[in-house]
């Protein structure tokens, strides 16, 4: 594979794995965690809930420690990498962007729903104004025709976007989806253009050399597969990987071994791997950060969380909608098991 640009890898275990962990977080973990990063000479690091800047709620799932102290903590143990955080429209703020910007983080991942991107004005313009290196993150790729991706990753690049991002959330799409994707970026932005994946359907590591050989040279992974659903592109596996394809990203990969093994997997209650509904998020294309929550709706209502996720793909539920897992549960409860169906 030959990619004659610099290609950064950013870590979000500390924020997409948020959502494994339930948002249980603490400062020493995040310090631990960000120091064994900062020193394998990981470029980026992405510190927030799961579902980004105050993400911390009932309906999202309330985080056992305030991410700004988590923030604070990876900014005041990295000495070479840069910290990253996460902001949704419409649950985190311009303010909470400020705090963070205030304390050190040095790059704003603005997301989106892949046909939303109208909402990131001001929240990209006023990163930029920080003087924050500043991303447009389209969710849930999987959900629009390639030039609708390509219309909204305009908007976010005319917005003053240095960086868009066509992100797998579902982990739903396949190799060559993904290669149209980039490809599509690629001819009509000026930008850079990054992939975020999922391993719901084991495709991750794919999808993700697919996207660098399309030309996508910004790339998140999550050590020990950390992540939503069946988590993210393993970061060690993929520092390895594109060590072997003669692409070398400057990350020492004994050490982000070490860090997996010694680190993070003690954190993880099981490991991460491709269950039945995890694999289900993948195959009905559903918001993986849905899983623990479709999870204990089915323990409430006693039914299958298979069949919750099924019928969320069924009816196109994209992040943001966690409020409807609970009816629908409740719904299925009382007429019973619902029809599995394809993805088209």
Same mark, same amino acid.
């Given at each position: 594979?030959?990619?004659?640009?610099?290609?950064?890898?950013?870590?979000?275990?500390?924020?997409?794995?948020?959502?494994?962990?339930?948002?249980?977080? %603490?400062?020493?973990?995040?310090?631990?965690?960000?120091?064994?990063?900062?020193?394998?000479?990981?470029?980026?690091?992405?510190?927030?809930?799961?579902?980004?800047?105050?993400?911390?709620?009932?309906?999202?799932?309330?985080?056992?420690?305030?991410?700004?102290?988590?923030?604070?903590?990876?900014?005041?143990?990295?000495?070479?990498?840069?910290?990253?955080?996460?902001?949704?429209?419409?649950?985190?703020?311009?303010?909470?962007?400020?705090?963070?910007?205030?304390?050190?983080?040095?790059?704003?991942?603005?997301? %989106?729903?892949?046909?939303?991107?109208?909402?990131?004005?001001?929240?990209?313009?006023?990163?930029?104004?920080?003087?924050?290196?500043?991303?447009?993150?389209?969710?849930?790729?999987?959900?629009?025709?390639?030039?609708?991706?390509?219309?909204?990753?305009?908007?976010?690049?005319?917005?003053?976007?240095?960086?868009?991002?066509?992100?797998?959330?579902?982990?739903?799409?396949?190799?060559?989806?993904?290669?149209?994707?980039?490809?599509?970026?690629?001819?009509?932005?000026?930008?850079?253009?990054?992939?975020?994946?999922?391993?719901?359907?084991?495709?991750?590591?794919?999808?993700?050399?697919?996207?660098?050989?399309?030309?996508? %040279?910004?790339?998140?992974?999550?050590?020990?597969?950390?992540?939503?659903?069946?988590?993210?592109?393993?970061?060690?596996?993929?520092?390895?990987?594109?060590?072997?394809?003669?692409?070398?990203?400057?990350?020492?990969?004994?050490?982000?071994?070490?860090?997996?093994?010694?680190?993070?997997?003690?954190?993880?209650?099981?490991?991460?791997?491709? %269950?039945?509904?995890?694999?289900?998020?993948?195959?009905?294309?559903?918001?993986?950060?849905?899983?623990?929550?479709?999870?204990?709706?089915?323990?409430?209502?006693?039914?299958?969380?298979?069949?919750?996720?099924?019928?969320?793909?069924?009816?196109?539920?994209?992040?943001?909608?966690?409020?409807?897992?609970?009816?629908?549960?409740?719904?299925?409860?009382?007429?019973?098991?619902?029809?599995?169906?394809?993805?088209?």
């Amino acid at each position: 594979m030959e990619n004659k640009n610099p290609l950064y890898i950013t870590e979000v275990a500390l924020r997409d794995g948020s959502h494994a962990i339930a948002h249980q977080y %603490t400062v020493d973990q995040v310090l631990s965690i960000a120091k064994s990063l900062d020193e394998a000479n990981v470029p980026y690091i992405e510190v927030a809930h799961g579902d980004g800047l105050a993400g911390s709620s009932l309906q999202y799932g309330t985080s056992l420690t305030d991410e700004m102290k988590l923030i604070e903590a990876a900014v005041s143990i990295c000495k070479q990498a840069k910290i990253a955080v996460l902001l949704l429209p419409g649950i985190g703020t311009i303010k909470e962007l400020k705090e963070a910007a205030k304390i050190g983080a040095k790059m704003a991942r603005i997301a %989106t729903h892949v046909t939303e991107a109208d909402v990131s004005a001001q929240h990209i313009s006023t990163a930029k104004e920080l003087g924050m290196e500043t991303v447009g993150f389209l969710m849930m790729a999987h959900m629009a025709p390639v030039e609708k991706l390509v219309e909204q990753a305009k908007l976010m690049e005319s917005y003053g976007a240095d960086i868009v991002y066509a992100v797998d959330s579902a982990g739903a799409l396949l190799p060559h989806q993904v290669r149209e994707r980039i490809r599509a970026l690629r001819t009509h932005l000026k930008i850079e253009i990054g992939f975020h994946g999922h391993n719901n359907l084991s495709l991750a590591m794919a999808n993700t050399l697919a996207a660098i050989e399309e030309g996508a %040279t910004r790339i998140d992974g999550s050590v020990r597969c950390l992540g939503a659903g069946a988590g993210n592109t393993q970061t060690e596996v993929l520092v390895a990987v594109l060590d072997r394809l003669g692409i070398h990203t400057g990350i020492d990969l004994y050490k982000m071994m070490d860090l997996a093994e010694g680190v993070v997997a003690p954190i993880l209650k099981k490991p991460q791997e491709i %269950t039945k509904d995890s694999l289900v998020l993948g195959y009905a294309g559903v918001y993986s950060s849905f899983l623990l929550h479709a999870q204990r709706a089915a323990k409430q209502f006693n039914i299958d969380s298979r069949d919750i996720l099924i019928e969320l793909g069924k009816r196109n539920v994209v992040g943001g909608q966690e409020d409807m897992i609970v009816d629908i549960a409740s719904q299925i409860s009382k007429e019973g098991k619902r029809d599995g169906f394809l993805v088209k």
